[in-house]
């Protein structure tokens, strides 16, 4: 069964990062200029495309009124490497990063798509790592970037403090999961993490800020299997 939507891309020569980056949308099968659009940015884009079958998941629940007018937005990284430093809470390229979305994808899509123009009508989504940035940006940027995702998000010193030294964090609205059995998850350098216990630290934190936050534990491991069949869930819970 074929997508009922439109996938669209434009080229970014981006003067932060220093290369040619291409951006992704999906639009709904319903899409017309006359409506105002929500806009989720996915982080890892291409993954969540395909392993997380963004697009056919996007059909579904605008055709079923289950989440409002979104546009579903991916950036994908070059290689594993490339996705460490652009997304690594000490990644050498992270700064430049945040700012590449922040001045040059968020004009791309304001000129491109119907969209309220508000930070929070848009998200920022992703798994890992790219729930790391996520978050990180949307905490520095809270007027940007007002919803966040984040599925088994990479959490260390540097993002809790983070956390503990944001002004606005009332302001934002957080979907954060975790799965039970993510005690020793292989990383990019070469070693392996509990990343369930600091998940656990960060929705201890997030919950005593009193934003809007829903916190879930998955039956499950650090993979696209159970990401995947939480997708649901997170659209209709910051969509809806």
């Known amino acids: 069964m074929g997508r009922k939507g439109t996938m669209l891309d434009k080229q970014i020569n981006s003067k932060y990062l220093n290369e040619t980056i291409t951006v992704k949308w999906y639009q709904p099968e319903s899409f017309s200029s006359l409506y105002k659009y929500h806009v989720c940015i996915m982080q890892d884009g291409d993954d969540y495309f395909q392993l997380g079958r963004i697009a056919t998941l996007s059909d579904r629940l605008h055709s079923a009124g289950e989440i409002e007018n979104t546009v579903f937005v991916g950036i994908q990284y070059n290689d594993k490497y490339d996705r460490q430093d652009k997304y690594h809470p000490s990644g050498s390229k992270q700064a430049d ?79 954060h999961t975790i799965g039970n059995e993510e005690t020793d998850v292989a990383t990019t350098a070469g070693d392996k993490k509990n990343f369930l216990e600091p998940n656990r630290e960060l929705q201890e934190l997030l919950e005593n800020h009193g934003l809007q936050y829903t916190y879930h534990e998955l039956d499950g491991k650090h993979t696209w299997k159970y990401w995947q069949q939480d997708l649901k869930r997170a659209l209709t819970t910051m969509f809806n």
């Open 97 to 175: 990063y945040m700012n590449f979305l922040l001045h040059e994808v968020v004009p791309l899509l304001d000129e491109e798509l119907p969209t309220y123009n508000m930070g929070g009508s848009r998200a920022l989504m992703g798994d890992s790592l790219a729930g790391s940035l996520a978050l990180m940006t949307a905490l520095k940027y809270p007027n940007t970037f007002g919803k966040v995702i984040m599925q088994s998000p990479y959490v260390d010193d540097k993002v809790i403090d983070a956390v503990k030294a944001a002004k606005s964090l009332d302001t934002l609205n957080i979907y």
